[in-house]
């Protein structure tokens, strides 16, 4: 079964602090994502990765960076924490090439992020 | 611009009738469609998939129906159990493209006993 972990499930950071949000999957997937979820506005694609060291951005990039050093690990970074970046944060991964037909994005049990 | 739409935000039925999640949307590029479901405190859950060369999968007590001519998906859930309450994310995506998911916002759906 694919797992997805993200290392923290809340965290509290202060307005201005650099944050590092870290996912990890066990199943050599290709593909990660990172999603924040906001009540009324669902899910809203960050950024993504195809491969390592590869990055794309998603809908709303803005205040946010990426690593992907290891094909295992995806890393989010919020160079400098606003209270608008307040949110559930959602990592994702999926296989490449095959797309959601035969590999539809498993989650992780989010981390709820609350900015001061 | 919102590509995938889930205009009812909350629905509530009755513990054994039937529930109906409903999704719309604008990119006629999307040719693949997912279900997820979403308990507070979890990650999303992939539910059920359909592609656009078909309009209707079943599994087991979930069946999605497409019309491609209106852009419309459905969720059905019969018989609609307490432990179904959760809530529901449509997704689209379009083979050969980023093989990203699009979401709506979301229905919340609550089933009485």
């Known amino acids: 079964d694919v797992k997805v972990t993200q290392s923290s499930r809340y965290l509290v950071k202060r307005t201005g602090e650099k944050v590092f949000l870290e996912c990890v999957q066990d199943m050599d997937h290709e593909n990660m994502f990172w999603y924040r979820q906001d009540p009324g506005l669902g899910l809203r694609l960050i950024y993504f990765s195809y491969d390592v060291k590869m990055k794309e951005k998603g809908d709303i990039p803005e205040g946010y960076s990426v690593s992907r050093e290891k094909k295992e690990r995806f890393s989010l970074i919020l160079e400098s924490a606003s209270t608008n970046q307040t949110s559930m944060y959602l990592c994702?991964?999926?296989?490449?090439?095959?797309?959601?037909?035969?590999?539809?994005?498993?989650f992780g049990n989010g981390t709820r992020l609350t900015v001061t | 611009d919102q590509q995938v739409k889930q205009n009812s935000p909350s629905l509530s039925v009755q513990e054994g009738r039937i529930s109906i999640l409903n999704c719309d949307y604008t990119?006629?590029?999307?040719?693949?469609f997912l279900w997820y479901k979403k308990y507070p405190a979890e990650g999303p859950t992939f539910l059920i998939s359909?592609?656009?060369?078909?309009d209707k999968n079943e599994d087991g007590r979930f069946t999605v129906f497409l019309n491609k001519s209106a852009k419309h998906l459905s969720l059905h859930i019969v018989p609609s159990q307490p432990g179904d309450s959760a809530v529901y994310f449509c997704?689209?995506?379009?083979?050969?493209?980023?093989?990203?998911?699009?979401f709506g916002k979301g229905t919340k759906l609550t089933v009485n006993p």
């Open positions: 997704a689209a995506s379009a083979t050969g493209g980023s093989e990203k998911l699009v």
């Open positions: 994702a991964s999926s296989s490449a090439g095959q797309g959601p037909p035969n590999s539809p994005l498993h």
């Open positions: 990119n006629s590029m999307f040719d693949y």
């Open positions: 359909i592609s656009s060369i078909k």
